[in-house]
């Protein structure tokens, strides 16, 4: 499946509807608190053993004459979300991390690794590949076999130590991310807030403060909006959650890993993080017409609905997810009998229609081990609504459906939510066979004690299935339903019972409430608001299917045995971000596309009307502008919200209207930063070289032309190098850069690089002259003023920390190597000299920080301790390490690579709790910021990188199977162009 990003890291989304915004710390950057740092700090420097290095004598500097902004600290944390990954800032208190499942000592975990680094840095003069690892190399080459993560497929750490159950569960796979409903994280994270900001730092960021309360102020009193970037009413850190549920684009419902429904992103864009406790699962078994066991399947004991039985024994039950799928088993104590219950949402590699249904399927497999014949019933409860404001004005209503087509019947409930500006109705059904009786109750009140319901269900098995709609609800009343299935479980045998959950919402506006847009599943279900019977037909009608898919995508990685486990997890389980990130997939109005795209991108303009409004999105709002001038909170300047022939930071705040008012961000400017406009044309790129589309490379190629004649004036001084401005004017918007610098002269050269490939492929030789110029030179200056003999620095400024490890220096090379480029004719960047940047980075920012048990942290000094001059600096970001380990396996480097992205994945999943809202960032104490981040999502680019060295090794192009990842066409993006089909 094509997954639709802006670059290798997934850090500029075509559609920004992010979640962090909505009553989080929205990706701000709060420092770790000015005691914990002297704390820490004076540990690192006293550990005489930490790694040093001592750089060569660096080539001469060249300084701009702007000055270095020097105004990140505690605050910048606030207010300089970057790319703002949907989350919440946390700071924390600290957890032994010997219990971590990291496989690292504790007294490791926060010092740097003992010895000096062996780092092989060959000489400039000699062969060029001498510093270069050509054979691939099985993550397991190098790595003892009784390691934990590789020789156990269903390792989970400390994550299952509560379990005591015997229970495996119905075809449970070995591979995934399991864990003990008994569980409980020890580390425990608040947000950070105000509060914890010194005095002195306050003062220092006195008039951002100010303009960022005035702006706060205005959108919550004035425009009576939710907050972009919302510091003040932040929503503490929830360790509870598991695969959400919904295709992409329909919206999403997230089912936390011990049972609750818990985050709802129905209006587009925006969540609700709400566990409705009346959503549930209730199982009920009888005995020769007696019921014998009624339990509800939550270790939840609520203050309402205290009829039903609550507080399920969680030391009997486990969690294991492999998105888009998940299953929990349970084991009845006493009982002989275990459930366990799949749950199935349709994201399917090139299927762009199951893809986009905002469906999901619970199959429960129920297995007795006992000598008696049991009736077994599962009763699946649901609110209409969620409890909030939304509900609170009365006029919902229930009534039941049945729904019987090409000989399958699928009876089930309809809850409409008839709320405005966006009206929907969810369906609660299930599949009626010639062993399974389904019954219903239409209404009861969730907010009582449910007695009513709890007895009807005790008495039978069965609910009363009453005709007929329910009365609509009352102002401040709420209503919900609940449907049974009750099967015949023999002796010794097994029986299943199905559900599906199915939501309707077609019609949809963003928070402006200016356009109407219709979701992409309406093109197969209709527009009328009636389709929730037909999806849950159709959902518990395929969804064999759907796993017969999803099996075939998944196996190849699952069955590699050179891969760990803990990989093949990360892997998949990342994913969910593709359906959950805010997602919105819309059909496109033929009156709706700008007359630019006709003029400019023709092809593009029937891949619009059949695939919608999703994947094509930046190119389209390059050529736009927006002179609106407002003030931008970090500098106060007023500047316009969007510039023609640059790359916007987002495509709207979906508070607002987003595609017709872009940039939503507001602390920089981003018309000046360096690096947007570059990941874009190497995005494109490396999508042709990937997918052979040689329509999209020519639809692209005048966009590209666009944003690099922008790029141009960043080169002050004409050597082919651009420089940066002195102040955050990048991504890494808390990190002050200054002059040529290894992070964005990098991806510059690289971009120049591809500009010239594609103007070969384009037959524009007047621009290939141009850009071939531009890239000699370049090299040269980047070698000259960057390259110190171990590793590039940071920037050229005269500050101290311009010789920083920095761990994304090799970024442009990353995209290079995806695209098939990089090396031999395409060479760029010398290969010793990545190859020993590459080293380097492992040595210190990966196994001199904590332990390294936690990923590659940003910035190293070469001393030895992390680089804390930014509040960004001394940061792991996951997605950042994730592209770097697929930097070093496409050099070579396998062993290393996995070794750094394990650290990330232990550390979120499983020490942090962190599962299904990956942070952007996380410090090695106290501190993460940015929950449910796109820019994770980079650790496919690990799995390009495996198949890419696989093929070399192999010495013949092939096509990848398996992960639907591809290299091209077997004869290149070149010999393609030049040979069209």
């Known amino acids: 499946m094509a997954a639709p990003e802006s670059d290798l890291e997934g850090n500029r989304g075509g559609q920004r509807t ?119 190399e099985s993550p397991e080459d190098k790595r003892p076999q009784s390691e934990p993560g590789y020789s156990n497929p269903e390792d989970s750490g400390q994550l299952m130590a509560s379990y005591e159950g015997k229970a495996k569960g119905y075809q449970v796979p070995p591979f995934g991310w399991r864990i003990c409903l008994a569980h409980e994280f020890a ?140 299953w929990t088993v349970y084991q009845l104590p006493g009982q002989n009998v275990t459930l366990t219950c799949r749950q199935i949402t349709p994201i399917l590699p090139h299927d762009y229609q199951d893809s986009s249904l905002p469906v999901g399927v619970f199959v429960w497999d129920v297995e007795n081990e006992g000598d008696e014949a049991l009736d077994v019933s599962i009763m699946f409860s649901m609110r209409n609504g969620l409890g909030g404001g939304d509900d609170a ?79 609509p609800s009352q102002k401040g009343a709420g209503i919900a339903g609940a449907v049974c299935v009750t099967g015949k479980l023999p002796p010794r045998g097994q029986c299943r019972l199905e559900f599906s959950l199915a939501w309707d919402m077609p019609r949809i506006m963003f928070g402006a409430k200016g356009q109407v847009y219709y979701r992409r599943y309406t093109r197969f279900f209709g527009r009328d608001g009636n389709a929730a019977p037909a999806l849950s037909h159709y959902a518990l009608c395929q969804y064999v299917d759907w796993e017969e898919k999803i099996s075939a995508w998944q196996s190849p990685v699952l069955d590699d045995r050179s891969l760990p486990a803990w990989y093949k997890s990360a892997l998949f389980n990342e994913l969910y971000f593709l359906a959950d990130g805010g997602t919105v997939w819309l059909e496109v109005p033929e009156d709706s596309l700008p007359e630019k795209l006709v003029e400019s991108m023709c092809q593009l303009r029937p891949i619009l009307r059949e695939y919608g409004r ?67 044309v190497l995005q494109v790129y490396r999508d042709y070289y990937l997918t052979g589309d040689q329509g999209f490379l020519r639809d692209m190629w005048p966009v590209c032309l666009a944003v690099m004649e922008s790029e141009m004036k960043f080169d002050k001084d004409q050597d082919g190098l651009i420089e940066n401005g002195g102040y955050a004017d990048q991504t890494y918007d808390g990190w002050v850069t200054t002059g040529p610098s290894a992070y964005c002269g990098g991806l510059w050269l690289a971009a120049v690089a591809v500009m010239v490939q594609m103007a070969i492929l384009c037959g ?61 004719d395409t060479e760029v960047f010398p290969t010793r000299h990545v190859v020993c940047a590459l080293q380097t980075i492992f040595e210190f920012n990966v196994r001199a920080f904590a332990g390294g048990a936690m990923g590659a942290v940003n910035g190293m000094q070469p001393h030895g301790v992390p680089d804390r001059s930014s509040v960004q600096s001394d940061e792991v970001w996951v997605g950042v390490v994730y592209g770097l380990a697929a930097t070093m396996i496409q050099e070579g480097l396998t062993w290393e690579g996995f070794q750094t992205a394990e650290g990330c994945y232990r550390t979120v999943w499983e020490r942090l709790g962190l599962a299904f809202q990956t942070p952007e960032a996380y410090c090695q104490q106290r501190v993460f910021r940015s929950l449910a981040y796109m820019r994770p999502l980079s650790i496919w680019a690990m799995q390009l990188a495996l198949q890419q060295q696989q093929q070399k090794k192999a010495s013949r192009p092939v096509a990848a199977h398996g992960t639907e990842l591809s290299t091209g066409p077997k004869l290149g993006p070149k010999e393609a162009m030049a040979n069209p089909k």
């Open 18 to 136: 992010q979640r962090d915004n909505r009553g989080g710390a929205r990706g701000g950057f709060i420092a770790v608190a000015a005691d914990a740092a002297a704390a820490a700090a004076p540990r690192l420097h006293r550990d005489t053993s930490s790694p040093r290095l001592s750089p060569a004598p660096g080539p001469p500097r060249r300084h701009l004459t702007t000055t270095v902004t020097r105004i990140w600290t505690w605050l910048a944390r606030y207010f300089v979300p970057e790319d703002l990954g949907p989350g919440i800032t946390e700071a924390v208190g600290t957890q032994d991390p010997g219990i971590m499942g990291t496989g690292v000592p504790a007294s490791e975990q926060t010092r740097c690794a003992k010895g000096d680094p062996q780092v092989d840095c060959p000489e400039d003069a000699g062969d060029t590949e001498a510093g270069q690892v050509t054979d691939f």
């Open 187 to 326: 580390e425990k994270r608040k947000p950070f807030n105000a509060n914890n900001v010194s005095l002195s730092n306050l003062i220092k960021h006195l008039g951002m403060g100010l303009r960022y309360l005035q702006w706060w102020y205005r959108k919550t009193q004035v425009e009576k909006k939710t907050p972009f970037i919302d510091l003040i009413n932040c929503v503490p850190l929830r360790q509870i959650y598991g695969c959400p549920l919904g295709g992409i684009g329909g919206g999403t419902i997230t089912r936390g890993w011990r049972g609750q429904f818990c985050r709802w992103q129905l209006n587009p864009g925006m969540y609700q993080h709400r566990t409705v406790i009346a959503d549930q699962f209730t199982v009920c078994l009888r005995r020769e017409g007696k019921t014998v066991y009624q339990q509800v399947l939550s270790v939840e004991r609520p203050s309402v609905l205290r009829s039903w039985n609550w507080g399920l024994c969680g030391y009997f039950a486990f969690y294991h997810a492999l998105y888009p799928r998940a």
């Open 393 to 471: 004005i009365g006029g919902l209503w229930n009534e039941p459906f049945c729904l019987e087509r090409d000989g399958e019947t699928v009876q089930g409930l309809l809850l409409h939510h008839p709320a405005l500006p966006n009206p929907y109705t969810m369906a609660v059904a299930a599949r009626l066979t010639a062993d399974t009786t389904v019954t219903h109750i239409t209404a009861f009140d969730p907010d009582s004690t449910g007695q009513q319901v709890w007895q009807d269900l005790l008495q039978d098995g069965q609910l009363d299935s009453p005709a007929g709609r329910s009365t």
């Open 614 to 680: 999703f994947g094509y999105l930046e190119a389209v709002a390059t050529l736009r502008e927006d002179l609106t001038r407002r003030q931008y909170l970090m500098s106060g300047v007023m500047a316009p919200v969007k510039r023609r022939n640059v790359i916007p930071h987002d495509i709207g705040d979906p508070d607002d209207e987003p595609w017709l008012r872009v940039n939503a961000y507001v602390v920089h400017d981003t018309a000046d930063w360096k690096d947007l406009n570059l990941k874009f």
């Open 764 to 824: 524009a030789h007047d621009v290939q002259d141009k850009f071939s110029s531009i890239l000699r030179r370049g090299q040269e200056a980047y070698e000259r003023l960057l390259w110190n003999g171990r590793y590039y620095n940071y920037d050229c400024s005269p500050q101290p920390q311009s010789c920083s490890i920095m761990s994304d220096q090799c970024a442009g090379q990353w995209f290079l190597r995806a695209s098939g480029l990089g090396e031999g």
